[in-house]
């Protein structure tokens, strides 16, 4: 049974760096055709996805996120991780890490981390 | 990007209800479409993929069904754990999008 934990701050001065780790057990992040994303979800909103890796170092990010994200998988660790720049309180967030599969969706989630953005 | 719209965004029910969700792609996604429950402090949960399959450990009362690019979740006999929000999401290209969410609660 695969399990996700995100660690990272809570708290993120608007204008600086967003950067949060997803610590994977139970399997292996080169294992299958995964890939391994972020979701956010903003207070009393809905679902985000940010952007997703694969264990190759392939990449996709969402558009509206405009160059500001960036997600690594560290293979060596067993960990992939977030930035996400220039955060402003819009990026106020509970944020999700999450295995992803084009064919069967996120099957396996992190509990979710609140990061505040907040001078 | 593809939109999903979900309707109703809310409703009331009772236990022992029969419960459909509806979530409209802006175009067609196949069947890329998933659902996910997600309960209040909690991460979603996986419940249909694949727009129809079943999730590992989840109730039988849940199933998902498509036609073009209209899909549904339907609960068939709604129990107290059901009360929550739920989601659909596809991923059929990116970015992938979810639904804006249905909240299910008490009549």
């Known amino acids: 049974q695969v399990q996700l934990q995100e660690s990272g701050p809570g708290l993120v001065k608007p204008s600086e760096t967003l950067s949060l780790t997803c610590t994977v057990s139970?399997?292996?992040?080169?294992?299958?055709?995964?890939?391994w994303s972020w979701i956010r979800q903003p207070p009393g909103k809905g679902l985000e996805c940010l952007g997703y890796?694969?264990?190759?170092?392939?990449?996709k990010y969402n558009p509206s996120l405009k160059s500001r994200v960036v997600i690594s998988v560290d293979t060596s660790k067993n960990q992939f991780s977030l930035e996400l720049t220039s955060v402003t309180a819009a990026d106020t967030a509970v944020y999700f890490c999450?295995?992803?599969?084009?064919?069967?969706?996120?099957?396996?989630w992190g509990q979710g981390i609140l990061v505040t953005v907040s001078s | 990007d593809i939109q999903l719209t979900q309707s109703p965004s809310s409703l009331s029910a009772s236990v022992g209800d029969r419960v459909t969700i509806t979530c409209r792609a802006s175009?067609?996604?196949?069947?890329?479409l998933h659902w996910y429950q997600q309960k209040p402090g909690k991460a979603p949960k996986l419940l249909i993929y694949?727009?129809?399959t079943l999730h590992s450990g989840v109730p039988s009362r849940f199933s998902g069904g498509a036609s073009g690019a209209d899909f549904t979740l339907t609960i068939s006999s709604l129990q107290p754990e059901d009360f929550a929000t739920y989601y659909c999401?596809?991923?059929?290209?990116?970015?992938?999008?979810f639904g804006g969410g249905t909240k299910v609660d008490v009549k």
């Open positions: 175009q067609d996604i196949g069947n890329y």
């Open positions: 890796s694969y264990s190759s170092g392939s990449t």
């Open positions: 694949a727009a129809v």
């Open positions: 999401q596809h991923s059929y290209s990116t970015p992938l999008t």
């Open positions: 999450a295995r992803g599969d084009v064919f069967d969706g996120f099957d396996s």
């Open positions: 139970g399997d292996s992040v080169t294992s299958g055709s995964f890939y």
